[in-house]
């Protein structure tokens, strides 16, 4: 009597597989669609020649070559081409000018490239960090 119990009963298993099905139907026509929402602003992006990633352009003063223009798409390329020894108020503008293009990027994008990956892809499993 107690292992009749213990069978799971086939009319169950069968809905339980149904119902993951249907989730996973779900959450790849909901990818999907954020997917498609993100490449349309980053083609949005890139038309109104921002790129992909923030960038700025500076003028390299760092002393190795005469001053030249550089692409600068981190703050420590920033403390690199211009010294913030030598020119703080160049340094604080150039940073200043950085943050507003990540601010304008994120507005653009918001917070779709999260609702782009999908449930299980956002937090590694216990198996890919090693514990």
């Known amino acids: 009597m107690p292992l009749r119990r213990l ?22 026509k909901t990818m999907a669609a954020a997917t ?15 790129g992909l990633g923030p960038f700025i352009s500076v003028l390299d003063v760092s002393g190795t070559y005469t001053p030249h223009p550089v692409l600068v798409y981190k703050h420590e390329y920033i403390d690199i081409h211009i010294p913030p020894d030598r020119f703080p108020e160049v340094n604080a503008a150039a940073h200043a000018s950085l943050d507003a293009k990540f601010e ?28």
Request: proline fraction near 6%; glycine fraction near 4%; include cysteine.
């Open 36 to 50: 498609s929402e993100f490449s349309r602003r980053e083609e949005m992006l890139i038309e109104q020649g921002w």
């Open 7 to 28: 069978r799971p009963q086939p009319r169950l298993l069968i809905l339980s597989i149904f119902s993951l099905i249907e989730d996973y139907r779900t959450a790849a």
């Open 104 to 131: 304008q990027r994120k507005a653009i994008l918001g917070t779709l490239k999260k609702s782009c990956m999908l449930p299980w892809t956002r937090k590694p499993r216990r198996w890919m960090t090693g514990r």
